[in-house]
């Protein structure tokens, strides 16, 4: 049989065919990789672009919230460590200085200014320390801190540096702290100039002026002083303007200020300003009446144990002289315990014989409720009614009183209860009932040599009140707006009266911010001796 030849035609031709299939194939694959490779780029610049606005905001919020107290006092932070190292490289300081090793002394000073710079530039930035600019000075204050352990300064050689050093700072931070006080005590008794320059204007009112004089005259015997049926305010004050404060937050808020009736005692220096400015201004028709306490005749070193003991040379000196005892709290050196005013609450029967009701107010409140249904409060036979002050446990009567004397331990609970002056119901017939003004003789003659008590009217107050005290509900009277910067404001804004005990009065330029608009609402600002005095 014979074979046939082959056909070279067709396998070319099939040839040719496969070559453009695998041509377009691999067109195809390279323009959608192109095409791929486009998208994928454009879909990450899309996703990048927010990421970055994203840590670009995140970084300047963490720029913007970076509290470097609590960067310092993060366990994790290298601020800590720094100021750590620091803290033990400024003890190894002193003793390297004591060892007379001044080298060592300067290269760990030098350190220490160094993470001292650092510091103060992540406070000023607010960013943390990095680990790069932390590093080095960690490493080589490390370094100095393990020659200094190496050069003979074991535990117990730095424990009795570091003993002898606390005490000479304690010894120095106790020195700063009574010239503190000192200083603010002196700010305190200060009288600003403003109110010095209104006393001044209203005392020539009072002698220019002879129709003020004869209204006072005229006031001097009204009926509505002596009316039980009215509302009886005392306050005894050389203060113009506290006590107007006093008397116009007190009509303010009063249902009836046209029923109540002020009895204000000041000093003869400060007699004729009283009676100026409270005769010259309205209080929503309430009657004012101003009195000298040194028109009280009966009130005299032969009457009462503390005009003796106040005009005593010895007192004064204590007071006004050199004499300094840093064992004595500065605040019971204050001048003001030698002003008789600070004890005629002890004399409120005497000065007002025919009252049977009143409630007393000291000149550095303010009041911010009716006051009027005091009076009819049932103090259950008791002489004073008063808000309680125990709760804390240093209002108590031991923190007051000597009870190492036997005279004051045989007659009183060292844990009784303390209470406030400042907003007191006296209940002027049970007082004569219990003969209190005597009771206050014989404590103020017991502590003639002041081994009692030291000074004040809270001590004497605590003996002559022991029993005859009805405790009133604490919103009637909230203290400590004087020193006081964290009282709750919901408990401010329920109370009665509130007042400024303490050094920063509402009128001196010591006072709390926080507080001072409550009393400044209640003097009148636009009366002209008040501008011409602020802006003299």
Known sequence: M???????????????FSYWIWALFGLFSIAGLVLFVVHHNQTEDRVEQPVLENNVRFDEVAHEGLNFTEEVLS??????????????????????????????????????????LLLSKAAMRGESVTLEEAEPIIKSLSSLIFRAQDAHYDIATTIMTMKSHIQALEERAHAATIQSTVFGQLAAEALPKSLHCLDIKLTADWLKKASIQVLADEKRNSPRLMDNNLYHFCIFSDNVLATSAVVNSTVSNADHPKQLVFHIVTNGVNYGTMQA?????????????????????????????????????????????????????????????????????????????????????????????????????????????????????????????????????????????????????????????????????????????????????????????????????????VLGLGYDLNIDNRLIESAAVIHYNGYMKPWLKLAIGRYKPLWERYVNQSHPYLQDCVTS
Request: positive net charge.
């Open 2 to 16: 014979r074979r046939r030849a082959p056909i070279l035609g067709r396998p070319v031709r099939s040839r040719r």
């Open 75 to 116: 366990a994790r932070s290298f601020s800590r460590q720094l100021a750590e190292q620091m803290t033990l490289a400024k003890a190894y300081v002193i003793i390297a200085k004591e060892h007379n090793n001044l080298h060592l002394a300067w290269e760990l000073s030098r350190k220490i200014r160094s993470c001292q």
């Open 277 to 477: 400015w409270f005769l010259s201004n309205d209080f929503k028709g309430s009657t004012i009446e101003v009195q000298n306490v040194e028109e009280l005749s009966w009130f005299n070193a032969s009457y009462a144990p503390i005009v003796k003991q106040l005009l005593d040379p010895d007192s004064r000196a204590y007071f006004f002289g050199g004499y300094q005892d840093l064992n004595v709290d500065t605040k019971l050196r204050n001048p003001k315990h030698l002003s008789l005013l600070n004890h005629l609450r002890f004399y409120i029967p005497e000065i007002y014989p025919q009252l049977e009701k009143v409630v007393f107010l000291d000149d550095d409140v303010v009041v911010q409720k009716d006051l009027t249904p005091l009076f009819s409060l049932d103090l259950h036979g008791n002489v004073n009614g008063a808000v309680e002050t125990c709760l804390e446990a240093f209002h108590r009567y031991y923190r007051y009183l000597n009870f190492s004397n036997t005279i004051i331990s045989s007659k009183f609970d060292p844990q009784a209860c303390g209470w406030a002056f400042g907003m007191n119901v006296f209940d002027l017939i049970a007082w004569r009932k219990a003969n209190a003004t005597a009771r206050y003789h014989y404590w103020q003659e017991q502590n003639a040599d002041g081994t009692l008590w030291k000074l004040g009217t809270l001590p004497p107050g605590l003996l002559t009140f022991y029993g005859l005290t009805e405790p009133l509900d604490r919103r009637w009277h």
